[in-house]
């Protein structure tokens, strides 16, 4: 009787400290951690944990935000976690030991999946890993757990001023929906299937059905468009200031063209093909052939060789159009003189090739180029600039519909572009996804369709709007087109992940057509491909900086206060700064810290006491051979000391709280 008594003495401890400082946190065994969602924030607490005063606030959290669907909480066992090898399935930095009888509060952050790759889907899953929380966040927990989860919440679990200030940006953001005629209206307004001459010369179609595949210079009968009302972007003349800039544009992630706005730049005077022949003519660039005007197309897979090609199963069925390939130009590479050259004989004659340098670095190919060309004044300092490229052609290239991740701002220096855009509320109609990859081979001045690639493009439709087949893409019937032509001077402020499909016509004179962009980090991102993945905002990677002094609007309303702030430092308050004094703020009721001093002694005196004659009794029943009770009492025994060390452990917890409130402890067991 009187060792049952001993037993059940530490279990009454041990739950009514487990009561106390996990409230109502459902535990959580490893096995089935690992087959919860990777689209969520967890934030884990071990038991018995080392801190019981951040485990207490865990446990209020855990109750304010019941009705958060992005975070869930918790506990794992110490045991259960070391025994199944926690360390294998969560990353943790440091793993955790033996070296102690408690453990850490945790996030583990939501995983973000990698869409970049298909291989990966059939991968299994990545390590989870897992963010300790520093022993004095204390008041700053929230904002800890903000920054790890990516949320913007209250210790009530409601938004908080960046939160709503962020939701009210995404009410805002802009789109053409119900503006302007879709795809099929136009399709049908026409009465044609062919919208590339609408498209890029203002006409309708009206020929025979053999007319409908021409290029641009056909003498198919044609009429002219004058009952079409297709959507322009936004024209100004004059350039907005920092202010502007960002509440009209960058935060609505809204097109704009700056008319005349880049005229003054020295490449306007300098850029000649005599410049570029004597400055440049002797570098190595990488140039794009194609035997069409069309860059980057979509085509059936059919067209090509595809014998000496295999694509796993589970690569294959991942993929939504199988039968389509996105076609890459062959790339050469060439003296920058040859590139030159062969634009002028491509201009003067009717060769079926055509050459491009595209996506090229300035800063890499063209030292000292870059200092003809500037930052728009009311971005420099304030947007971090990713790349800078220069686009030459003989003019006659169409670039096919896709996006970039990058906020771009699209110089015109020679001839003219006009970009048919898709707001990203309507990748879902573009049919956003992976498509297999071919690239032309070009052979003794001969195009070739026999190199299918392993690799898939990501950013890219196979919605072809010039073209568009409606049975098989039966959503881009309501895609809503928006035209943005630029002429030289002009530059054009185009949004991340804006799907624009770009003809580039030539300049009057040189008969080339030369741009520059300017690609910063993005305000507004988005995973893909994804059809219907929404905007993220993303407070520790925003690159945004408001210059020395600035202020443009109340800081209590403006995410730009936000944005501005560097993050918090890892919590570096003193312990025992507590503004609640020496009051130990995770009971219910406030309990002087003396008082509880005194009560973590003597559970401990009697804690160790039980532990010793427990012990004890065991060793005086082996000694005295009782076999058949020493059975019984050996899995007691085992389980009593479990339960011992995390008892242990919530008194070490309790000791330390009272250090950190500056109270002498005196205990010395």
Known sequence: MSIMIWLIV???????????????????????????????CYVIIFDPPCDISLSKLVANLSQAWKHVQSIQFYRFTLDDFMQNGGNGIIDIDPPLRFVKNCGPAIVIPKMVKDRTC??????????????IVPK??????????????????TENGDLNATGKRIEALKKNLHNVENKTVTLHQLNRRCASPDLKYFFYSGICRTGEENCYKDNLSSECATQENTFVPLERCEETDKLPNKQQFISEYLFRSKPVIFRKAVHHWHAFRKWTWDFFMQSYGDVNVHVKLSPTVEFEGVESKTLWNSANLTIPAAIQQALDNADLVTVRPAGVEMKFKDFLNLMNETTNTTNKLFAYLEYTSMRSYFAGLENDVNEMPFVKNMLNLNHLNIWMSDGNTLGKLHFDEYDNFLCQIRGKKQLILFDPHQSYR????????????????T??????????SMTMSPVDITLPDFEKFPLAKNAVPLNCTISEGDVLFLPSFWWHEVQSYPSEVEHQNIAVNFWYEPFWKKEFPCRFCMWIYEKPKLKIKLPPGASFVDEEQSVLHSVSLSLPKRFLGKPGSSRRGHTIFYSERSISAFMMNKLIVALKIAVWCVFVINNL????????????????????????NVEMRKTDAYLNALTRILENLNVSSEICI
């Open 118 to 131: 298909l291989m990966h889907s059939i991968h299994k899953d990545e390590k989870r890993s897992a963010t």
């Open 136 to 153: 004095n966040a204390g008041e700053n927990f929230v904002e800890f757990i903000n920054n790890i989860c990516g949320t913007f919440l």
């Open 430 to 445: 573009l049919y956003e996804g992976h498509i297999l990859e071919a690239m032309f081979t070009y052979r003794n001045g």
């Open 617 to 640: 009794m065991v060793v005086w029943m082996l000694s005295n051979d009782c076999n058949e009770k020493f059975a019984d009492l050996s899995n007691f025994t085992k389980i009593f």
């Open 10 to 40: 530490p279990f009454c401890i041990s739950c009514s400290f487990s009561g106390i400082v996990f409230g109502h946190i459902p535990t959580l065994s490893l096995r089935d951690f690992s087959v919860l969602s990777h689209r969520i």
């Open 447 to 456: 195009f070739h369709r026999d190199k299918l690639l392993k690799s898939t």
